[in-house]
């Protein structure tokens, strides 16, 4: 009988203190939607800006008089600065907050692809496409930072899939899109298509995006006291999302320390490699990048060569690597949720489910 006393007694002591417990985010499901939404589709850049490209490499060539080799080093540019702006803007996000980094990063692009509108000698076009890279080739970095911010572990694979619905369409449709603008306005209006949304981002941004970093507000339930780390609707008519307050009675910010103001160092991401099991699953994705960017980068001269196919149509023959990819996005969203679930369960873990408000 006392064990069983001294039981129950454990059992209501550890559901008070679950009560007790703030919630891990104070969005509520709608509210993580719509943050789910922004960021997917600021992650939609760096793959959109990468493959909208290819169709015009050839009128490229033409109008610059540039050689084959040329080109194609604007794409080798461009994946250094997409290597390394995740590992330097993502540090910095850790920092400062999600939100200034998003300011920063969509700023540069947008400004990056006025300048390659405008551009005409390869040069520019080299250093202008490294800039363009370095704006939006962290967005997967610093959304997979905002996910983890208002998303319990469990829960993040779910929502990552998503998000990243948007970052797997990019491959498919950029070409396609990129093959009719050039069609129809010349290779000038793909950069000019991708200022404007680049801008659009931007806006949405200043006006809607809420911080996330919870060494700022926590679980949401507090504002950053600096106006200029809250989005602009908020600074102008008190609304935000979430509705938050900046003395709540009951807020959870984690016990470690805020981390410090410091130098971006892309050096720091390295260290993950020196773990086996974290180096074998890079070196897969490192063969799958290589081998697929060989193909992308080629099909255009190719298929323009061998079949005279002109840029719409060589747009058209990307897609076929856009339905596979958004399926497995969702599928493996969802399949990561329930084998954390299932690994949690199989040593006495119970997952701290993610409340609706």
């Not at 800039?131 to 997967?140: D, E, I």
């Not at 679980?219 to 602009?232: A, E, M, T």
């Amino acid at each position: 009988m006392p064990d069983k006393e001294e039981a129950s007694h454990q059992a209501t002591s550890h559901d008070e203190a679950n009560a007790e417990e703030p919630p891990y985010s104070v969005l509520s499901a709608s509210e993580r939607r719509l943050l789910t939404f922004t960021i997917g589709f600021s992650m939609l850049f760096s793959p959109l800006s990468a493959n909208i490209y290819f169709p015009a490499l050839g009128a490229l060539q033409t109008d610059l008089q540039a050689s084959a080799q040329n080109i194609n080093l604007t794409i080798t540019a461009y994946l250094v600065l997409q290597a390394v702006a995740p590992a330097l803007l993502g540090d910095l996000a850790d920092t400062v907050g999600r939100q200034p980094v998003f300011l920063l990063m969509f700023a540069v692009y947008a400004a990056a692809n006025v300048g390659l509108a405008r551009q005409s000698d390869f040069v520019a076009l080299l250093l202008l496409r490294m800039l363009q890279s370095l704006g939006c080739s962290a967005t997967v970095a610093v959304s997979y930072g905002v996910v983890a911010d208002v998303a319990t572990a469990s829960e993040r694979g779910g929502m990552l899939g998503f998000a990243m619905i948007a970052t797997n369409l990019g491959p498919a449709l950029a070409p396609l899109i990129g093959g009719g603008l050039i069609a129809g306005l010349g290779w000038r209006s793909v950069f000019w298509f991708l200022a404007i949304c680049g801008v659009l981002v931007l806006s949405i941004t200043l006006l809607f995006l809420p911080e996330t970093a919870r060494h700022i507000v926590g679980n949401g339930q507090v504002l950053p006291r600096q106006r200029w780390r809250r989005p602009l609707v908020s600074v102008l008519t008190g609304w935000s999302i979430p509705n938050a307050a900046v003395e709540p009675q009951r807020v959870y910010i984690p016990q470690e320390a805020t981390p410090k103001t410091r130098f971006p160092n892309p050096l720091r991401s390295v260290r993950i490699l020196l773990d086996p099991e974290a180096a074998m699953v890079a070196s897969m994705s490192a063969v799958f990048y290589t081998i697929y960017y060989c193909i992308q980068s080629s099909m255009s001269a190719i298929f323009s060569e061998l079949y005279g196919y002109r840029e719409l149509i060589v747009g058209v023959c990307y897609l076929s690597i856009g339905w596979g990819v958004v399926a497995g996005g969702v599928s493996n969203g969802k399949l990561m949720d329930w084998n954390f679930r299932r690994v949690a369960r199989s040593v006495g873990s119970q997952p701290r489910p993610q409340e609706d408000h």
